[in-house]
Nanobody
Framework: QVTLVESGGGLVQPGGSLRLSCVAS????????MRWYRQASGKQREWVAS???????TYGDSVKGRFTISRDNDKNTVYLQMNNLTPEDTALYSC???????????????WGQGTQVAVSS
């Protein structure tokens, strides 16, 4: 069973920065697309950013220019650098990864449990 574990969340003042990490572990053969989503209290889940196997990033409009997604394939890790945070960024941030597992032909999508980000003065 592949697991994803996020870290790096916390409380930060408006204008501050945080760096989230999501580490994949288990019987991994290959990691494909890696993504960050967020869900604020009482709202629907929102896609934040994606990074392809080759490292090509894409961003949601609400975070473009402030957030940077990256990946380290050797460490099976995806990062989200968040700068110039605002209270509207407060949410539970979860990673989502497409995984090819050892001994299996089908690519499967996995989710982490999430890490809470709170932006407040």
């Amino acid at each position: 069973q592949v697991t994803l574990v996020e870290s790096g969340g916390g409380l930060v003042q408006p204008g501050g920065s945080l760096r989230l990490s999501c580490v994949a572990s288990g019987p991994i053969y290959e990691l494909y697309g890696m993504r960050w989503y967020r869900q604020a209290s009482g709202k629907q889940r929102e896609w934040v950013a994606s990074v392809s196997m080759g490292g090509i990033p894409t961003y949601g409009d609400s975070v473009k220019g402030r957030f940077t997604i990256s990946r380290d394939n050797d460490k099976n890790t995806v990062y989200l650098q968040m700068n110039n945070l605002t209270p509207e960024d407060t949410a539970l941030y979860s990673c989502n990864v497409d995984v090819s597992e050892l001994g299996k032909t089908q690519v499967r999508e996995y989710w982490g449990q999430g890490t809470q980000v709170a932006v407040s003065s």
